[in-house]
């Protein structure tokens, strides 16, 4: 190689590695690496304030992929000025660079813990291996090492500028924890804090007066907006506001309604507490349920209501159990809180007695369910006796929920009887002279996300109770009690107990901080950015950071559709049941056309839905009725974020009312279609006096043969080949024949096994019942066609 030549080649190499602040142990005098002085933590405060730094959840971390690279124009400069490398004694020196403490000690002080040094060393090493050219300066090195010129310890800058390229975070660490920094959540809302604003506290229990008493400033205010859970809240203050010729327009995350003909806006609003504008300037706010601040899902909108709103009067609403920590958390801002303690209006009992059986109902009792397989099944029983009954659940429209409240409430209809979950608990006013509890498990979601069943809540307890006896109704005193005798006693035991105090509100990380995180890991999924961000979010000890599964859900289902962060952002808010299928799909549709940039218009969400539609045949029409209602929800939320996109609201909101009406026929002869649907599957309902109605949670039906086992009029061994019948006809519902002996060991006792609704003692007691029953109904063996055989 000529002088030139060579020449050339060294003025392109690069620049020696930098030591990484003086972290690298430069070699010794005797050639062994010297200790280096003890570093900061990687995870500390750059500016010194690491004091408390959340180290983060490396498991988050996904690396990017590295591809081996190619010789350029120039060729492979480092062979041409060494020799090629011997892989094989390449792969010796890797592997002793890997089992060096030291090294491992210097990774962990540049972030690299246990499990983010070995992905990085993975990494590195199959670059090193697969690449058929490697830059200069590391081939020149690994020469060096090869030859016993170099140190294993001089590949650590390399080993890190690697690890960097695959976990870009590193390089950032300390800007992602500052845009993730959620200790100061009332410096977030600046126009709030240039004026000082008057909180009064309206504390009490449900049918106090609370509410009442706050919107009565909010009418008599110049301007005002009303801060509601539901859309129903918000549809009642609007409707309130403007019967009190006080114009207001109507916000909720589906609807604008604008009182003004020619759309100028109103100075009052009625809204759903998400929709809140903390900019616009109000004279009064009103913020509804206030206890929902610690809601796992929603509460950051609570948070964000009470600290952002620029009011000059903010009127707070909700149980007491809330006061302490509203008082603290506007101790933050500089303000004071003005408490208004409430009583009920009207006296409400507990009972001694339960209803024990359906054929005690009278004009008035609500029966309150935890899921909709129990409001079949005890509108089904009802029905049988004669009687009408009123039907509310969660996720009915709110236009058939209101049907079938004034149905209720009409003196003139025969209609006397309610059958709700807990739904009833706000947003309705209904004439209820008795709450029965079915049941007093209610499924609940945990602060991880998960699924669990328990008991009710003295806070929910009391929400529910309360709805009984309510003023201004024909009932002047509540009465609640339970549907089992054995359920009595709990009941009281929780009404008795205090409500836990609330001590954190709810936060959540917004589309700017997403978007800023999303700047720095411009590779990382939307799933991914959110889960790093959590994890290395810092919140004092009055916030938690709210849950984000659904989110995370949503932005996983959509990840492989071409869509820029802020519109992936905004369908992964979208407010949609993940546990609907059609909905789900529905929004992948949406987002999918919306990528294309082909605008969603009327007729293609009509070939979507099949519209137009007809009246549900069975229960199963009913519920996908209520499932297109949710899409028709999801366009109009949508259609006031892309107004482009969506286009074609004022007809989807026509057609969404005509299914309203449909569906509100459906539920009218839900009876019916439960009937129909019993029919369909060969089941049948549970008699009201049979012994374990209360523990059919999961789904309020049995086949005919546990229902006859049950009753005594199958034996064990019937039971047995009936179960070996049915089990091929079963697969899909994992169905497996038990081998039984008496009632106690039957398909219905291991399902009440596994909710642990029965245990062992329970089940022994049960069988010795059965066998009594069996003796005492027997037909005499020497009588009848049967003489002289016995039952086994």
């Known amino acids: 190689m000529s002088v030139s030549r060579c020449a050339r080649l060294l003025s392109r190499l690069p620049a020696a590695p930098l030591r990484y602040g003086g972290l690298f142990a430069l070699r010794s005098r005797r050639g062994g690496p010297s200790r280096p002085a003890p570093a900061a933590g990687f995870f500390s405060d750059g500016g010194g304030n690491g004091a408390g730094a959340k180290a983060p959840d490396t498991s988050l971390f996904v690396p990017l992929p590295v591809s081996p690279s190619s010789p350029g124009p120039e060729g492979d400069v480092g062979a041409e000025l060494t020799r090629p ?64 010129a170099g140190h294993v310890d001089d590949l650590f800058p390399f080993f890190m500028r690697h690890a960097k390229q695959i976990f870009p975070m590193l390089e950032c660490m300390d800007d992602l924890r500052k845009i993730s920094d959620l200790r100061l959540p009332p410096n977030w809302y600046q126009d709030a804090r240039a004026i000082q604003r008057k909180i009064v506290f309206h504390a009490g229990p449900t049918n106090s007066g609370k509410t009442y008493h706050a919107i009565q400033r909010y009418l008599a205010a110049k301007s005002g907006i009303y801060c509601g859970p539901l859309k129903l809240l918000a549809h009642e203050i609007f409707q309130k506001s403007n019967d009190a010729n006080v114009p207001c327009d109507l916000v909720t995350g589906e609807e604008r309604v604008c009182v003004d003909p020619e759309g100028r806006q109103a100075a009052h609003v009625a809204c759903t507490i998400e929709m809140c504008s903390v900019t616009t300037p109000y004279e009064v706010a009103v913020i509804d349920e206030i206890q929902m601040i610690k809601d796992p899902s929603r509460g950051w909108a609570w948070t964000r209501a009470l600290l952002g709103l620029c009011a000059e009067e903010i009127h707070v609403c909700g149980e007491a159990a809330a006061i302490n920590l509203v008082t603290e958390l506007m101790y933050t801002t500089g303000e004071e809180v003005e408490v208004r303690n409430y009583k009920r209006l009207t006296p409400l009992k507990v009972l001694d007695q339960a209803l024990e059986s359906l054929d005690n109902l009278r004009p008035g009792d609500c029966i309150v369910c935890f899921s909709k397989n129990d409001i079949y099944s005890v509108s089904r029983q009802i029905e049988t006796r004669g009687l009408e ?130 700047y720095h890991l411009p590779d990382a999924t939307l799933s991914n950015l959110l ?262």
Request: with cysteine.
């Open 531 to 792: 889960d790093i961000f959590v994890s290395l979010s810092q919140v004092d000890g009055l916030y938690f950071v709210c849950n984000v599964d659904d989110f995370k859900f949503l932005a996983d289902m959509i990840q492989h559709i071409p869509l820029n962060l802020r519109a992936r952002y905004v369908f992964c808010t979208a407010p949609i049941n993940k546990k609907q299928p059609y909905v789900c799909t529905s929004l992948l549709k949406f987002a999918r056309q919306f990528s294309r940039n082909e605008p969603l218009t009327f007729d293609w969400l009509c070939r979507h839905i099949n519209w137009p539609l007809v009246p549900p045949q069975n229960i199963k029409d009913l519920v996908h009725l209520e499932a297109v209602h949710d899409v028709l929800d999801l366009y109009l939320w949508l259609s006031y974020r892309f107004m482009d996109m969506f286009p074609d609201a004022a007809l989807v909101r026509d057609i969404q009312k005509e299914l309203d009406d449909i569906i509100q026929v459906g539920v009218l002869n839900i009876t019916r279609l439960i009937r129909v649907s019993q029919a369909a599957s060969g089941s049948v309902t549970l008699p009201d006096d049979f012994p374990l109605q209360r523990a059919s949670i999961g789904n309020g039906m049995l086949n005919a043969e546990d229902l006859l086992e049950a009753n005594g009029e199958l034996s064990p061994s019937d039971v047995k080949t009936q179960g070996h019948r049915r089990a091929r006809g079963s697969k899909a519902m994992n169905y497996r024949p038990v081998e039984a002996q008496g009632r106690a060991q039957g398909a219905l006792a291991a399902r009440l096994i596994q909710q642990g609704l029965l245990t062992q003692d329970m089940l022994k007691q049960l069988e010795h019942e059965w066998l009594a029953r069996r003796k005492g109904g027997a037909t005499d063996e020497n009588t009848g066609p049967n003489k002289g055989k016995k039952r086994k």
């Open 85 to 148: 490398l011997n892989k094989s004694e390449v792969l010796k020196v890797l592997n002793k660079f890997y089992k060096r403490k030291e090294v491992q000690r210097l990774g962990a002080e540049n972030g690299l813990d246990a499990r983010l040094f070995h992905q990085a060393f993975i990494s590195f090493r199959k670059y090193i291996m697969e690449s058929s050219f490697l830059g200069p300066d590391v081939h020149i090195l690994l020469n060096d090492i090869c030859c016993g």
């Open 389 to 518: 009954c009123a039907v509310i659940y969660g996720s009915l429209p709110p236009g058939t929920k209101l049907t079938q409240a004034r149905k209720f409430n009409d003196p003139d209809d025969p209609c006397k009887i309610m059958v709700a979950t807990d739904a009833i608990g706000m947003g309705l006013n209904l004439s209820i002279k008795r709450i029965i509890f079915n049941s007093l498990i209610k499924p609940t979601i945990n602060e991880k996300g998960e699924k669990e069943m328990d008991t009710i809540t003295t806070s929910q307890a009391l929400q529910i109770s309360g709805r009984a006896g309510r003023f201004s109704t024909v009932f002047g005193e509540g009465e609640v009690t339970t549907m089992h005798r054995d359920d009595l006693p709990l009941l009281k035991e929780i009404l008795n107990k205090s409500v836990d105090p609330i001590v954190t509100a709810g936060l959540h990380p917004t589309a700017d901080q997403i978007e800023m995180f999303a």
